[in-house]
């Protein structure tokens, strides 16, 4: 017969046969570690997505202000529900912003597009 083992500590576990951790703290710590991880994941995957989008961006915006299709962004990984922060310009139109590049969703000839800008010193 197989020996079970607690799943933190590796320890030996006694006792009942469903039995998965051999103290309160075990249990604790180990599903602790489960959640933190889980929280760190997130973080990475935020974080590669805004490093991602502020490479496209930047790609596609080396004039300080372009317009691009909304395809072209994405076919390259781009997503607008990720950034960094936001600008509303006296029109009331919004900028949302991956660090200093900004873009905003516009329609030219029925087809999506996004106006592309730089971070100015008078939008702060």
Request: charged share 30%; hydrophobic share 30%; glycine share 4%.
């Amino acid at each position: 017969m197989e020996e079970r083992k607690c799943l933190n500590c590796q320890e030996v576990l006694e006792g009942r046969a469903d039995k998965k951790f051999c103290t309160r703290y075990c249990r604790s710590y180990f599903h602790n570690q489960l959640a933190k991880s889980k929280v760190d994941r997130r973080f990475k995957e935020v974080d590669e997505q805004l490093r991602l989008n502020r490479r496209i961006l930047k790609k596609y915006n080396r004039s300080g202000k372009s317009v691009v299709r909304q395809e072209e962004l994405f076919a390259e990984g781009f997503n607008p529900q990720i950034f960094t922060g936001y600008w509303k310009n006296q029109q009331g139109n919004t900028y949302l912003f991956c660090y200093e590049f900004g873009f905003m969703n516009t329609r030219e000839n029925d087809k999506p597009k996004y106006v592309l800008i730089v971070w100015q010193s008078y939008m702060a």
